[in-house]
């Protein structure tokens, strides 16, 4: 026992295998040949089976396992490609959500790590390559080429001979440099300052700065209604951050919105930003990375993978619209809330984190109402300094706020339309039908259309669904044309003039007899954002129409060509999906119409009420942020819900005071934490016994461990069936879930999702 007590003479360490096969595994033991000292956070080549894997040393000097261990192969750089926040990061993110410290860490490695480091001969040694036994292949490839992936050079020579090669230096690996090498810049000259501050904003600005100053961890919730500026505090505050000599990260829900807010930040911050996103090319998302590393980046600006750069000293965390779901990774591991993982990373770097929003996750603002947050309001549209302006309230924890809605009635806390917001009208669709109007645009609509159009205004028109319509039907029969892999509604397209399904892409021609009965009465049912743009234009043929949905934006720049064309006033009338809802600035833009707003209300899942108002506000905040005030008109069939009348009262405080009820009831979150697990298979018979067994064995974890969980499941998942597979899924009700789920090793087909944004 003693001996197991002292430092192991032969250094060992354990390492996170980057390998698909491996992720999901636990972490391996290596012995560390002589002279070697690896350090955590760098990468290293290691015998897996009979092949080899490129692995992240997590621990060194670890004592040895009781069994035989292999030793590395080549320690590939001379220095660790991670840094220790990132290490700690990444230990946080598997904790939190249930994955392997490999799967972790897979996001902090660039692109060239991740995906296969490369090797080359070191300068003047392809005649000792040519010489040395097993490498002749080898040698004959690289008089052809400069380098060759790792992989690729182990297929040409014996692994153990690519060791021997990378040890004797005649090869060398190629490896980005990801470890933060902050480097002082020297002194910044930055342009002079845009537009003033409201006294709302610089209350806002000067709580924001007195933590920056402070150095240490701090996180505000900034709830400011549409339009009412915050992105003005936000170039503010990291202004003050960037002189401070420190950097800044500013997240976006979305990619379409990264091009606006790097051309905001670009004119405050000249050739200090660097922009990070999934769909840049290798070559730009290499060089953002490099120059975000040496510090030559002050601003980083992205979605959500933007967390995982190798930031230096960074001192100001914006999370912009927090309460979007995209913010949430779906379906691959780690399942992180970029939301969560800031706020973990400000702690970490003694940063402060700002999260903004119009309409903050109730959640987010129940932690802010508890004290986990500073709470910072503007509650005003953004106004010039001369005009009057309320000044940003401080809000303390447990103060009143407006009484909850009752059922089929105006909230309790009703007010008057707010005078600096848009006015929002409801149409009530079952009093249109019974007028006789069958069409797809209210009265109301297409009065405020033309007048709009006549005025030489902009108008939004909004639905959340694209295509041509919602499902093809037999009228005999009623059979409806459905995805073979996924049993799901096929879309037309009428642009196609093809059936689409929306979650594996199949595409098939619409059927001139119907598969069922054999009838002809086949018909097209509901609409989408293509069959909105078509009746915009019979009944305004003259109006320059935009489309901008899924799939009008596939291509490479069509986010920033969309965004180009209708801020330029190339077109008089958007049509659009949640992309129009999220973040857009268009000054011209007086009227924004909502085709129908029950698509989100009635889904099964807790979180529909919060989706439907969220979606509303936000996109009736596109409307009035020039000069000219704004009008929004809501379709709906159900005008008394209690979503559509708090968004058309744009009343934040009644609607989330009604919502938090409804989850205390319910024990839904903030209350109580939820995990989902979903296991997927091509035979549906094996996933309800897989289901079967791990929901016994979590059972038994839960009872053993004395911990406070339900299960709930065994159970079809609401997509039931997936590209060709089917889907079941457990939900785990836990004040810590992911305690319990640590516990269980879960197999491949599992999906692990802690803390889900749905349940859908």
Known sequence: MGDRLTQPTTPYVEVALQARTARLGRLLTYAVPRAWTPRPGQVVWAPLQQRAEVGVVVRVGVFPPAFPTRPLLAILGDRPLLGARQMALAAWLAERYACSLAEALSGFLPAGARAAPRVRPAPDTLATLAGHAGADRLAAAFRRRRSLALAEAAELARVAVVADLLRAGVLQAVLPDALPLWEEQGPISLPALGSALTLAQHDAYAALRDALDARAFASFLLHGVTGSGKTHVYLHAARHAVQQGRQVLVLVSDISLVPAAERRFAEWFPGLVAVVHSERRPTEQRESWARIASGQARVVVGARSA?????GDVGLVLVDEEHEAAYKQQDVSPTYHARELALKLGELAGAVVVLGSATPDVETYWRAREGAHRLLTLPRRYLPPAEPAARAAVVVPGATSAAPMSDGAAPASAAPPRPDLPRVQVVDLRAELAAGNTGMFSRALLGEL????????????????????????????GYTVSCDDCLLPMIYHG????????HCNRRRRAPERCPGCGGRRIRYLGAGTQRVADEVRRHFPRARLLRWDRDTAAQRGAHDRLWDQFASGAADILVGTQMVAKGLDFPSVTLVGVVLADASLHLPDYRAGERAFQLLTQVAGRAGRGQQPGQVIVQTYSPQHYAIQAAR??????????????????AYPPFRRLARLIFSDSDEARCWRECGRVLRALRAEASASAQAAQLIGPAPAYLRRLRG????????????????????ALPSGWTVDVDPTSLL
């Not at 597979?725 to 269980?744: D, G």
Request: charged share 25%.
């Open 495 to 502: 642009d196609l003039d093809r059936l689409l399904c929306h």
């Open 725 to 744: 597979r089917y889907r079941w899924q457990i939900v785990v009700a836990a004040p810590a879930p992911e305690r319990l789920l640590a516990a269980a």
């Open 649 to 666: 009262l744009h009343d934040y405080a009644g609607f989330w005071e009604r919502e938090l009820a409804f989850r205390r009831t319910h």
């Open 450 to 477: 033309a007048r709009v159009l006549d005025l030489g205004h902009q108008a939004i028109l909004f639905l959340n669904r694209r295509g041509t319509a919602t499902c093809v039907i037999c009228r005999d029969c």
């Open 307 to 311: 967390l995982f750069t190798p930031l």
